[in-house]
T-cell receptor
Framework: NAGVMQNPRHLVRRRGQEARLRCSPM?????VYWYRQLPEEGLKFMVY????????ESGMPKERFSAEFPKEGPSILRIQQVVRGDSAAYFC???????????FGPGTRLTVL | QQPVQSPQAVILREGEDAVINCSSS?????VHWYRQKHGEAPVFLMI?????EQKGHEKISASFNEKKQQSSLYLTASQLSYSGTYFC?????????????FGQGTELSVKP
């Protein structure tokens, strides 16, 4: 049973470009959580999604950031018009149900030049 | 809302013990502990649910005092592989969708 998969593992973008980060949860997991980790800092909650629904986006910046988890395919975190401050590691975690164990993917390290 | 971890950092010699604390200002439903090595993903250690249970995994165990709204992680006879940053993730209610709010982390270094 493959773990949580994220791609790309490393992403370099210039200011103003778009970044698309993908997360494939573990088999049987329909709950996905995105976290951002700035260098030398902790994990900050961004958004919680179930299939086709955004359940909690209280940690998402109001502009430029969006997330989706379609019926088919991976969850996508999209950052439009990236700025240097968006440089961070973005992790997703998945769970079979809301209160269950959450397993993290390897993360996508975004660098904005 | 973010739980507070203490200490922020600790240095141990191999074989020594350590305790990492996680305190919340909100009533907790569950506490999840993770360890993260530099440049890697957080790795799940254990989950403690409301009810004051204590769990253990080899030489790592944890307790959850829901009355005090805190959890502690106990590392005994530390090994070099225990080095990393430890995070507690707290869930403040079972109707919150399982969202975890993490503490700022405790950096643990085990020296030979």
């Amino acid at each position: 049973n493959a773990g949580v998969m994220q791609n790309p593992r490393h992403l370099v973008r210039r200011r103003g470009q778009e970044a698309r980060l993908r997360c494939s949860p573990m088999k049987g997991h329909s709950h996905v959580y995105w976290y951002r980790q700035l260098p030398e800092e902790g994990l900050k909650f961004m958004v919680y999604l179930q299939k086709e629904n955004i359940i909690d986006e209280s940690g998402m910046p109001k502009e430029r950031f969006s997330a989706e988890f379609p019926k088919e395919g991976p969850s996508i975190l999209r950052i439009q018009q990236v700025v240097r401050g968006d440089s961070a590691a973005y992790f997703c975690a998945s769970s079979p149900h809301p209160g269950g164990l959450k397993f993290f993917g390897p993360g996508t390290r975004l660098t904005v030049l | 809302q973010q739980p507070v971890q203490s200490p922020q950092a600790v240095i141990l010699r191999e074989g020594e013990d350590a305790v990492i604390n996680c305190s919340s200002s909100k009533a907790l439903y569950s506490v999840h502990w993770y360890r993260q090595k530099h440049g890697e993903a957080p790795v799940f250690l254990m989950i403690l649910l409301k009810g004051g249970e204590q769990k253990g995994h080899e030489k790592i165990s944890a307790s959850f005092n829901e009355k005090k709204q805190q959890s502690s992680l106990y590392l005994t006879a530390s090994q070099l592989s225990y080095s990393g940053t430890y995070f507690c993730g707290t869930e403040i209610g079972n109707n919150q969708g399982g969202k975890l709010i993490f503490g700022q982390g405790t950096e643990l270094s085990v020296k030979p």
